[in-house]
Structures are given as C-alpha cells and as structure tokens.
C-alpha cells in the first residue's frame, strides 16, 4: 500500500490490518514467475503455490520442501489439507467440532432452513454473474440446508454475464449480495449501477419485502474458520424465527 504496509487481500479484512502487520510479512515480489531469489533471501521452512505456478516446482524446491495447493477442493477439505500441510491437523480438528456445533445451535434458531430459499444475487455493468462453491458463503449456506433457487442448485460452472433478463429466476425469500468495499462498492454506488443496467431488480419479491442484504465479499468468501463463523453469525441473524410461508 502506498504507506508501506502490507495488504493483503482477504486476510486484511479478516482478521485487521493489525494482526496483517504484526505477522511481519516479507514483499517476494511477483508470483508468475516467483521471484525465486527473494524466496531463497527469505529462508522458509515451506513453500506453497498454485498449479500455474508449477514450472518452477523444481527451483523452489531446491529451496525449501514445496507443495502444490490442489485446485476446486471442496471448501473443508481445502482447510482440512493446507492443516496437514502446516502440521497443525489437531487445531483444524478442534475448530471443525465447534463449527459443527455452532452449526447445529444454528439451525435450531432458524427452524427449518430448507423451508427459506435463500439467493445470492449480484449484477455488474456486462449482467448477472453467480459463482457455485464460492467459499465460505457457500458452505454455510449449504451445511445450514437452505433452499436456493433451481439456476443456483444447478450450476456446475461459473456463470459470467448472464442476461438481466433472467433475474427473476434469481428471486427468492431472501437475497444476499455482495460489495467490496476495498475496490470502492458501496452500497449506494451498486444499487445506482443496478438502476441503470437492470432498475426492475426492484420488482423482486424479496426486494420489496425488504429481504436484500449486504455481506462484505472478502469476509464472507475467505478460506478460514473465521469466515465460517461470519457467515454464521450473519445468515442466523437475518433468518433466525422467520417464517416466509
């Protein structure tokens, strides 16, 4: 950042710029290629990267033992593996059990999840966009047993750019979307942007039942157990006692 501290996308909006600060990141410069003499500067004792990453496996190896993070593992066998990489497998063991039991006190405040169609719904300037598995949010939403609406139960692939015209198809009791506030979207900016490329998103059942909420994206897509415990906290919040009969 232009102050010299270290943001780093998804574990500052987290866990805080604090804790990001205090973990006394180092810059590696770019990472296709690695900067491989920065790496070695750098004296890990574990590498990580991503398949794209692969053609210097063999350099970054010579450095430190590297491991290549698999791609589109389910959102808790993702965890479960980097734990195991890290050697802290007890600690993802302990969180699990108590995200499960958050889960099942969860749905009990709720009553019956499968009973409320919960929709995620989100629009750009080039139309409607829906990402299936999309982190965290995605795994609540499905360990909590919401109902989705058919074009989201049934996507297997992300969908860029879909008509407006399918909007309706994306209606439901209850809307969640999503801002970035790092990039600038505020809510005001998004519902403008929404008026001009689709205004009758108003027109949605939930929309005019007051049933659209906002969760931030970087929190509520994260790859961690306080992600989990965001999403949590906000789906029980806004569905807790409901009843959308």
Known sequence: MEDGSAYVRG?????????????????????????????????????????????????????????????????????????????????????????????????????????ITLSRFDLWEDGLWFYPNWGAVDQVIDDLGFARPAIQAEATENIFGLSVERLPDFDGDILIASRAPRFGQSIPMLTDQWDTVAPFWRDLSAVKEGELYWYERDVWVGYSFASLDNVLDGLTLIAAGRDFD
């Open 11 to 115: 574990a500052s909006d987290i866990f805080g710029q604090d804790v990001v600060d205090a973990a006394g990141l180092i810059d590696l410069g770019g990472h296709n290629p690695p900067d491989l003499e920065a790496v070695a500067a750098a004296a890990p004792d574990l590498i990580m990267i991503r398949g794209y990453q692969s053609e210097a496996l063999e350099q970054l190896s010579a450095i430190a033992p590297t491991v290549v993070v698999p791609d589109n593992m389910p959102y808790l066998e993702h965890l479960a593996w980097l734990a195991d990489v890290a050697g802290v497998t007890e600690s993802y063991d302990e969180r699990l059990d108590r995200y499960r039991a958050r889960l099942a006190k969860a749905r009990e405040a709720i009553g019956d999840p499968s009973a």
